[in-house]
Protein backbone atom coordinates (compact mmCIF):
# COMPACT_ATOMS: atom_id res chain seq x y z
CA UNK A 1 0.00 0.00 0.00
CA UNK A 2 2.35 2.57 1.07
CA UNK A 3 4.33 2.25 -2.51
CA UNK A 4 1.18 2.52 -4.43
CA UNK A 5 0.97 5.73 -2.72
CA UNK A 6 4.47 6.56 -2.98
CA UNK A 7 4.26 6.28 -7.10
CA UNK A 8 0.78 8.34 -6.92
CA UNK A 9 3.33 10.95 -5.53
CA UNK A 10 5.95 11.02 -7.80
CA UNK A 11 3.52 11.25 -10.72
CA UNK A 12 1.60 14.52 -9.28
CA UNK A 13 5.17 15.82 -8.95
CA UNK A 14 5.96 15.17 -12.45
CA UNK A 15 2.54 16.41 -14.26
CA UNK A 16 2.87 19.26 -12.23
CA UNK A 17 6.76 19.88 -13.90
CA UNK A 18 5.33 19.76 -17.41
CA UNK A 19 2.29 21.57 -16.49
CA UNK A 20 4.59 24.60 -15.35
CA UNK A 21 4.83 27.19 -18.43
CA UNK A 22 9.01 27.70 -17.81
CA UNK A 23 9.76 23.71 -18.26
CA UNK A 24 7.42 23.71 -21.17
CA UNK A 25 9.40 26.98 -22.58
CA UNK A 26 12.63 24.65 -21.96
CA UNK A 27 11.81 22.19 -24.93
CA UNK A 28 11.83 25.00 -27.72
CA UNK A 29 13.94 24.07 -30.47
CA UNK A 30 14.61 20.48 -30.52
CA UNK A 31 14.86 18.39 -33.24
CA UNK A 32 15.60 14.83 -33.26
CA UNK A 33 17.74 13.32 -36.70
CA UNK A 34 19.98 10.25 -37.39
CA UNK A 35 23.52 10.76 -37.86
CA UNK A 36 24.76 7.84 -39.70
CA UNK A 37 22.65 4.94 -37.85
CA UNK A 38 22.73 6.88 -34.49
CA UNK A 39 19.43 9.06 -33.34
CA UNK A 40 20.57 12.45 -31.96
CA UNK A 41 18.30 14.98 -30.68
CA UNK A 42 19.63 18.44 -30.92
CA UNK A 43 18.88 21.98 -29.27
CA UNK A 44 18.94 25.02 -30.99
CA UNK A 45 21.20 27.73 -30.22
CA UNK A 46 20.00 30.61 -27.88
CA UNK A 47 21.33 33.20 -30.88
CA UNK A 48 18.93 31.82 -33.74
CA UNK A 49 21.74 31.47 -35.82
CA UNK A 50 22.72 28.68 -38.52
CA UNK A 51 24.77 25.84 -36.76
CA UNK A 52 26.84 23.57 -39.09
CA UNK A 53 24.87 19.80 -37.79
CA UNK A 54 25.52 16.78 -39.73
CA UNK A 55 22.72 14.34 -40.43
CA UNK A 56 20.97 11.95 -43.50
CA UNK A 57 17.28 11.97 -42.26
CA UNK A 58 14.36 10.98 -41.68
CA UNK A 59 13.80 14.00 -39.28
CA UNK A 60 11.65 14.99 -36.53
CA UNK A 61 10.48 18.15 -35.12
CA UNK A 62 8.68 18.00 -32.02
CA UNK A 63 8.50 21.55 -30.41
CA UNK A 64 7.40 25.00 -31.49
CA UNK A 65 9.54 26.31 -33.72
CA UNK A 66 10.37 25.54 -37.23
CA UNK A 67 13.54 23.92 -38.66
CA UNK A 68 15.07 24.67 -41.93
CA UNK A 69 17.30 22.38 -43.18
CA UNK A 70 19.77 23.24 -45.47
CA UNK A 71 22.48 21.17 -48.00
CA UNK A 72 25.30 23.61 -47.02
CA UNK A 73 26.98 24.39 -43.43
CA UNK A 74 26.28 28.42 -43.63
CA UNK A 75 22.59 27.64 -43.84
CA UNK A 76 22.64 29.35 -47.92
CA UNK A 77 22.21 27.74 -51.03
CA UNK A 78 19.27 24.53 -51.34
CA UNK A 79 16.99 23.73 -48.54
CA UNK A 80 16.80 19.85 -47.59
CA UNK A 81 13.53 20.13 -45.96
CA UNK A 82 11.60 22.49 -43.89
CA UNK A 83 9.88 21.03 -40.39
CA UNK A 84 7.20 22.73 -38.93
CA UNK A 85 6.64 22.13 -35.62
CA UNK A 86 5.01 18.42 -35.15
CA UNK A 87 6.03 17.18 -38.50
CA UNK A 88 8.21 14.26 -39.37
CA UNK A 89 10.86 14.48 -42.79
CA UNK A 90 11.31 11.43 -44.17
CA UNK A 91 13.66 12.08 -46.37
CA UNK A 92 17.19 10.55 -46.07
CA UNK A 93 19.01 13.11 -47.93
CA UNK A 94 22.26 14.74 -46.30
CA UNK A 95 21.81 18.18 -44.54
CA UNK A 96 24.80 20.04 -42.94
CA UNK A 97 23.19 23.36 -41.78
CA UNK A 98 20.61 23.79 -39.52
CA UNK A 99 18.69 27.03 -38.35
CA UNK A 100 15.58 27.53 -36.55
CA UNK A 101 12.85 29.89 -37.54
CA UNK A 102 9.78 31.66 -35.66
Known amino acids: ?16 LLATPGF ?3 ATGHLGYYRGTAWTVWREPPDNKCVFETGNGPADKFTNRTAVLYSH ?8 ATLKPGTKW ?12 P
Do not use: H, K, Q
Request: proline share 0%; net charge neutral; with cysteine.
Open 1 to 16: MRRTTMLSAIAAVGTL
Open 73 to 80: STCDGRIV
Open 24 to 26: AYA
Open 90 to 101: AGTEEFNGVIFV
